[in-house]
C-alpha cells in the first residue's frame, strides 16, 4: 500500500467480469462472452489482501472438459456434438428452440438474505463464498418465477429486499416483463429454505410485442415507483429460436429500430398497477440507470443513453486489437438524460402545453391522444457505469461517480459529477484504465459525499502491475493506492461488502 487508507474501511470490494475468451483452439467472440473471473480486494487494518478465482460454472466446467467452447454465449453460438445422424441432428436443433442458456455469471454481484450471488442477464445466478471465491450452488429463477431473462442490476429495498426484473418470453402466449420481490429473510420455522421460495411477483408489464420484447439491462426505483423503460432495442424470438440451426449468435437476434418510440412505465409500488397515462420519448439505447426521485408530483430521472447500438459492437473482440484505442470510435456518444415527468398532470391541460411544472430544461408535451412526448435536459456526456451513494438511491440526490469515456468505450479516468451546479471533478493517470468507480460511505457521513471512491485501476502496458486506488470521495485526490503483482483482467460490476455483512469462515 502506497499512501494512507482511513481506517474505518474495513471490508470487501468483491469485483465481476470476464476473465478467460480462448479455450484450447476456441475462442469466443465477444469480451461479454467470456468466462468469469471474480476478484477482491479486503481491507483489514490498513493492509489490502488481493484474491482472485474463477467462477465454477457448469458451463465453466464443461468448457475446461472439452478444452473448447461447448456452451452458448450471446455473442458466440457454440456446437458441442456434431451429430451422428439425420435424426439426432434434427432433435439437437429443436431442443434448442428456447435455448438453455449459460450459467456463467459474469456481470454483477448481488445480496440476497445474507448470501452473495454472481449475477449474469439469464434466468441462472451462481451463490458464491464472498471470503474464498469458490463458487456453490446454482440457482434457476425460472423454478420460482417464469423468467427466462433477467437484469443484473437489482434494487435493494429499505428491508434489504431484492427488487429484479426479468423477461417473460411467450409464457401462455404472452411476454411480459416482471417484477418480482426476492425476501432479506425467510419465517423463522423455514429457516432451512431458500429466500427463493418466497420470491412473490410483484407485477408484470405487458410487451408491446409478443415476438419483440425489449432488451434491458437495468430499471429504475422511487420511494412509490418502478420506473421501466421499455426501449427499441429489442430481441427477435423468432430469429433466437432459428439461431442455432442458422450458425448466428443470439446477438444477431437484436436490432435498434432508430425510427420507434421508447415508452416509459411507472408501477406503482403500492397498488402494484401500472400508472395509466402513456409517456413516450425519441428513439434510444440505454444500459444503465443512475438515479430517480419524487418531487412535487413529478418523476425525476437519471439514464446514460445512446442514439444508436454501437457500444456493443466494439466489443467484438475481432475489434480489440492492439489499433483499438485509435480506431475504436463510438458513432453515438453516451449522454447523461435526466427526464422530468409529471405524473400528477392535469387532466384538462391544454394539447401541445409542457406539463412540467418544476424548474427544468426537460419537458414533457400532452399530445392530442393523451400521450405525453418527453425531452430529457442533458446533464453531461461522456460518463458511464454510474454509481451513487445508495444511501440516496430513490432519493433527491446530487452526485454520480462514473468511468469517463469520451469517443472510445474503454475508459481513462474516472469522474464525479454534481447533477446540480455541472460541476466534474475527474481522476486520470497516463496509460491507465480505471474501472467501475464504487462509492463507500464512511461510518459517520453526514453528507452524500463523505466516503471514498474505490476503483481497480490496469495499465496499458502490460509490465506496470494493476492496482487499487482510493480517492477521497469530496476532494476526488488520492488517499493511496494498493499495488497487485498479477495480471489483472478489465471488469464489469461489483459490490462493497463491510465488515459487518461478511459471515466469517465458520460460519
Known amino acids: 500500500v502506497i499512501g494512507q487508507l482511513p481506517a474505518w474501511l474495513q471490508g470487501m470490494l468483491l469485483r465481476n467480469g470476464p476473465g478467460m475468451h480462448t ?23 490498513g493492509e489490502v489482501y488481493y484474491r482472485s478465482k474463477y467462477l465454477r460454472s457448469d458451463t465453466y466446467n464443461c468448457n475446461i472438459e472439452a478444452n473448447r467452447i461447448m456452451v452458448s454465449e450471446f455473442g458466440t453460438m457454440a456446437y458441442p456434438d456434431p451429430c451422428k445422424n439425420i435424426f439426432a441432428k434434427a432433435f439437437s436443433y429443436l431442443s434448442h428452440t428456447i435455448p438453455e442458456f449459460t450459467d456463467n455469471c459474469l456481470i454483477n454481484i448481488m445480496k440476497a438474505g445474507d448470501d452473495f450471488y454472481a449475477t449474469g442477464e439469464t434466468n441462472f445466478i451462481r451463490k458464491i463464498n464472498p471470503q474464498t471465491l469458490e463458487t456453490l450452488e446454482k440457482v434457476d429463477y425460472n423454478k420460482y418465477v417464469a423468467v427466462n431473462l433477467a437484469t443484473s442490476h437489482p434494487h435493494y429495498d429499505s428491508a434489504g429486499n431484492v427488487l429484479n426484473m426479468g423477461t417473460s418470453i411467450v409464457d401462455k402466449g404472452k411476454t411480459k416483463y416482471l417484477l418480482f420481490k426476492i425476501p432479506s429473510s425467510v419465517p423463522e420455522h423455514e429457516k432451512k429454505k431458500s429466500c427463493f421460495k418466497h420470491l412473490e ?8 410485442s409478443l415476438l419483440h420484447p425489449s432488451y434491458y439491462h437495468s430499471f429504475g426505483i422511487t420511494e412509490n415507483y418502478i420506473i421501466f423503460i421499455e426501449q427499441p432495442f429489442r430481441l427477435d424470438i423468432l430469429k433466437m429460436a432459428t439461431a442455432y440451426i442458422r450458425g448466428v449468435s443470439w446477438a444477431s437476434c437484436l436490432a435498434f429500430n432508430k425510427d420507434d418510440k421508447t415508452w416509459f412505465h411507472f408501477i406503482d409500488r403500492r397498488t402494484k398497477k401500472e400508472v395509466s397515462t402513456k409517456f413516450y420519448t425519441d428513439a434510444m439505447v440505454f444500459f444503465h440507470h443512475i438515479n430517480a426521485y419524487e418531487e412535487d408530483g413529478h418523476i425525476i430521472f437519471d439514464i446514460i443513453a445512446y442514439t444508436d447500438n454501437s457500444l456493443y459492437d466494439m466489443f467484438y473482440l475481432k475489434n480489440l486489437t492492439k489499433e483499438f484505442e485509435e480506431n475504436a470510435k463510438l458513432t453515438s456518444i453516451p449522454t447523461c438524460k435526466r427526464f422530468v415527468v409529471p405524473l400528477q398532470c392535469d387532466k384538462d391541460a391544454v394539447v401541445d402545453s409542457n406539463l412540467v411544472t418544476l424548474p427544468s430544461a426537460a419537458t414533457a408535451v400532452k399530445e392530442k391522444d393523451g400521450s405525453i412526448y418527453c425531452q430529457p435536459e442533458i446533464l453531461c456526456e461522456g460518463i458511464e457505469l454510474p454509481r451513487i451513494n445508495y444511501d440516496y438511491n430513490g432519493k433527491k440526490y446530487k452526485y454520480v461517480f462514473a468511468t469517463r469515456v469520451q469517443w472510445s468505450p474503454v475508459p481513462t479516468k474516472i469522474a464525479k459529477f454534481n447533477t446540480q451546479t455541472k460541476e466534474m471533478l475527474q481522476w486520470g493517470q497516463d496509460d491507465c484504465w480505471p474501472s ?22 490496469v495499465k496499458t502496458d502490460p509490465k506496470d502491475p494493476p492496482f487499487l486506488l482510493v480517492l477521497d470521495a469530496k476532494t476526488f485526490t488520492e488517499l493511496g493506492r494498493a499495488i497487485v503483482n498479477v495480471e489483472m483482467h478489465m471488469d464489469l460490476h461489483g459490490v462493497f461488502i463491510p465488515q459487518q455483512d461478511m459471515k466469517t469462515e465458520t460460519e
Open 436 to 457: 467501475e468507480p464504487v462509492f463507500v460511505p464512511s461510518p459517520d457521513a453526514k453528507e452524500e459525499d463523505d466516503g471514498v471512491v474505490l476503483t481497480c485501476v
Open 23 to 45: 479455450i484450447g483452439d476456441s475462442k469466443y467472440n465477444h469480451w461479454f462472452d467470456g468466462l468469469a473471473l471474480l476478484h477482491s480486494f479486503t481491507f483489514k487494518n
Open 201 to 208: 411477483v410483484v407485477c408484470s408489464v405487458p410487451s408491446r
